[in-house]
C-alpha cells in the first residue's frame, strides 16, 4: 500500500505578487515579492518533492513516471494537473492560454484551462475577465490601438467564489485576491497587456504575446455556466465546484470538514488535496497523519477511502485522464 504522498511547495517571485504566503499560510518563503507556491506540481518549472514514505526525497514527477500504478496507471505522460497558491498585490498581466491544440504545436506542453477558488479577496476586488470584442477583427483592432478599457471585461469577486478560465478566456487576477488555482499542468501564457510596467530585477518590461494572443482568444467570450451541487454529510459539507461535462479536463470539489469526513476517489484515480483553513487529521490505511492549513498531498490510487478529522476547508481535485 502507498501512503499519501505529502508534497513540499515551490515558491516562486513575481513582480505582482506579495507575502501572504508567509504571514497567511506560514510558509517559509524566500525574500522579495513572492507571487506563486506551487503546491502540487510535475511540471519541469517547478516540481514538488515528496517528503514522506518510500517516494521521500523523490520529485512528483520521476514518481509518476517510474510509479503509474501509483497513479492508477493514467493515460497522461506527464502529471497533468498543478495546483499552486497564487497571491495578488497587484495586478497580473492581461493574459491568456493556448488550448491543448496549440499548446502542442507552438509550446510542445498542454494547454492551460485554469480554475480559481478565492481564498481571500479584498472589499471591492475584481477580476479581468472576458472582452467585448464580437468579432476576432474587432479583437486586434482593439488590442492594435491599446484600448484596453474598451476591450477587457471586470468581474467582482469576493471571499469564497468559485471561478472558471477555459483556455481562450483573457483574464487576470488583479490587487488583493488569493487564490488555489487548479490548472492543467502548463506554465504557457499570452501576455497582452502588462501595464507597462518595469520589472525591478531585468530594468526591461516583460515580453507581451499580441499575436498569439489573438490567435487563441475565444471570440465572442461567453462566460461559462457552472453546476456546482452541494451536500450535507455528517456535520460536513461536500461541494463539487466543477466536473466533466463542464469542465473537461477536472474536477474540483470543496470540502468543509467539521468532524469526521470519509471521501473516496470519485471522477478520477487519484486525489490532489490541499488544506487551505483549519487543522485536523488525515486517517488512511490504519495510519493517521496532522494536516494544517497549507498542506498539500495526493491520495494515491490504492487507496481507496480515507477519513478526515477536524475542522478544515479543503480543495481537492481529480483529472479527468
Ligand atoms: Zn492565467
Redesign the pocket.
Known sequence: MTEPLFLKPVFHEKIWGGRHLETDFGYDIPAGTIGECWAISGHPHGPNLIENGEYAGQLLPDVYAQHPEVFGNPKSKVFPLLTKILDANASLSV?V?PDDAYAEEHEHELG?T?CWYVIHADEGAYLTYGHTAKTRDELRNLVDNHEWDKLFSKKQVKTGDFVY?PSGTI?ALNKGIVVLETQQSSDT?YRIYDYDRVDQKTGKKRDLHLKQSIDVTNVPFQEPVLHSTSTKVGDSTVTTLITQPDSPFFSVYKWQVNGQLTREHEHGPYTLISIIDGQGTLTANNKTYDLTKGTHLIIPADIDSWTLDGQMLVIASESAE
Do not use: A, L, P, W
Open positions: 493574459q492560454h492551460k485554469e478560465v483574464h501564457t
